[in-house]
């Protein structure tokens, strides 16, 4: 699975999205006369895909708040503290 192509990758991800979100859309569509309603068409798909939203946007601002502030600052302490044995050591 690690040898398969971009395209391959991105299609499966589509599916992965898309089977589950369409599969909701069709459910939900039927007539309310049809049998008990399942639990999951009960769902406010907006709602759901707006938190989802909101979800992705902080986790993604928080990554890259770690990757623009945090990471930098670390790596810098210990290049200095490489840079302090290597001194240390050649004296």
Do not use: H
Not at 34 to 43: A, N
Not at 80 to 88: D, M, P, R, V
């Amino acid at each position: 699975m690690n040898n398969d192509c971009a395209v391959c990758k991105t299609i499966r991800l589509y599916l992965l999205f898309a089977v589950p979100l369409l599969a909701l859309i069709g459910v939900a569509s039927g007539p309310e006369s049809e049998g008990p309603r399942l639990w999951i068409t009960q769902l406010d798909l907006i709602a759901l895909l707006s938190w989802g939203a909101l979800v992705a946007l902080l986790t993604i601002v928080c990554y890259r708040i770690f990757q623009e502030y945090i990471l930098p600052k670390r790596r810098l302490k210990k290049l200095e503290s490489l840079k302090s044995e290597q001194i240390s050591v050649n004296d």
